[in-house]
T-cell receptor, first 108, second 113 residues
Framework: DADVTQTPRNRITKTGKRIMLECSQT?????MYWYRQDPGLGLQLIYYSFDVKDINKGEISDGYSVSRQAQAKFSLSLESAIPNQTALYFC???????FGPGTRLTVL | TQLLEQSPQFLSIQEGENLTVYCNSS?????LQWYRQEPGEGPVLLVT?????EVKKLKRLTFQFGDARKDSSLHITAAQPGDTGLYLC?????????????FGKGTTLSVSS
């Protein structure tokens, strides 16, 4: 079983819809991260959490929110999706950055 | 602001050739990591360098951290088709909340047989 899982793996939605991407980990790590990846832009940090009570904004947090429901779960929400949020989203854990398989999100 | 500049952005070579990928910044990093990403998957950590001037080897891959901890390089000897992928460098910086990783834009490597 994968140590870091993300659901859904693919999602197509419409502008204005609320979307939640979920991340779960079995590694027992305190640190969890959300990134988005766009072609030619590398990985950009959206939010990160060092423990359940600690949430921090990353480089591009506008338009996103997160929830750390438990040590093992870190969810990313798009309150009102827009087309330029179409991207590949990755969750990662720990300083060493163990990445999940990614969620491909398309906003029409 | 892009703190980490990676070059080249694309590299297409023949099997057996050597190559070097560079990661440069004007900022000093506490550490620097290199990742490899294959299509449809998340990045996988290859190595972390911490000390200025440090050199680490991973089979045919050699990683070097600059003396001033502002730059790094990845050298692949005798590249093979299995080396094909996106190579990302990431530097650790300190901010108000603690530490965070800043990623370069990546180098897409294609090795043909």
């Amino acid at each position: 079983d994968a140590d870091v899982t993300q659901t859904p793996r693919n999602r197509i939605t419409k502008t204005g819809k609320r979307i939640m991407l979920e991340c779960s980990q079995t590694k027992g790590h305190d640190r969890m991260y959300w990134y988005r990846q766009d072609p030619g832009l590398g990985l950009q940090l959206i939010y990160y959490s060092f423990d359940v009570k600690d949430i921090n904004k990353g480089e591009i947090s506008d338009g996103y929110s997160v929830s750390r429901q438990a040590q093992a779960k870190f969810s990313l929400s798009l309150e009102s999706a827009i087309p330029n949020q179409t991207a590949l989203y990755f969750c990662a854990t720990s300083y060493e950055q163990f990445f999940g398989p990614g969620t491909r999100l398309t906003v029409l | 602001t892009q703190l980490l500049e990676q070059s080249p952005q694309f590299l297409s070579i023949q099997e057996g050739e050597n190559l070097t990928v560079y990661c440069n910044s004007s900022s000093v990093f506490s550490s620097l990591q290199w990742y490899r990403q294959e299509p449809g998957e998340g990045p996988v950590l290859l190595v972390t360098v911490v000390t200025g001037g440090e050199v680490k080897k991973l089979k045919r891959l050699t990683f070097q951290f600059g003396d001033a901890r502002k730059d790094s390089s990845l050298h692949i000897t005798a590249a093979q088709p299995g080396d094909t992928g996106l190579y990302l460098c990431a530097g650790e910086i300190w901010n108000q909340a603690g530490t965070a990783l800043i990623f370069g834009k990546g180098t897409t490597l294609s090795v043909s047989s």
